[in-house]
Nanobody
Framework: QAQLGESGGGLVQAGGSLRLSCAASGRIFSTVGMTMAWFRQAPGKEREFVAAIRSFTSSTAYSDSVKGRFTISRDSAKSTLYLQMNNLKPEDTAAYYC????????????????WGQGTQVTVSS
């Protein structure tokens, strides 16, 4: 069974940076056409799309709120997905989740088959 495990969250001041990692089981990285993504969920809010990357083409997509500040990448040799977060803002505070699905990049949570347990990111002002 495919598994995902996030790490790298923590407390950072506004304007700072963090890099999140998501270790994935080999099956996810070895399957052609998989999409891997980051979502986040703040207290009292719905889980929202942050960024995604397609395994075969390496095409990417970002939400407008993080575009230009966050970068998604993947290392197939390490079976790891990354999210580099720069110029963090207090509104970026949330639990961040790694997710995977087969097929094209989509932003709806219901389309993703595999989920990690999440890692907390807190940005202080």
């Amino acid at each position: 069974q495919a598994q995902l495990g996030e790490s790298g969250g923590g407390l950072v001041q506004a304007g700072g940076s963090l890099r999140l990692s998501c270790a994935a089981s080999g099956r996810i990285f070895s399957t052609v056409g998989m999409t891997m993504a980051w979502f986040r969920q703040a207290p009292g809010k719905e889980r929202e799309f942050v960024a995604a990357i397609r395994s075969f083409t390496s095409s990417t997509a970002y939400s407008d709120s993080v575009k230009g500040r966050f970068t998604i990448s993947r290392d197939s040799a390490k079976s790891t997905l990354y999210l580099q977060m720069n110029n963090l803002k207090p509104e970026d505070t949330a639990a961040y989740y790694c997710a995977a699905k087969s097929g094209d990049i989509l932003t709806s949570t219901s389309t993703y088959e595999y989920w990690g347990q999440g890692t907390q990111v807190t940005v202080s002002s």
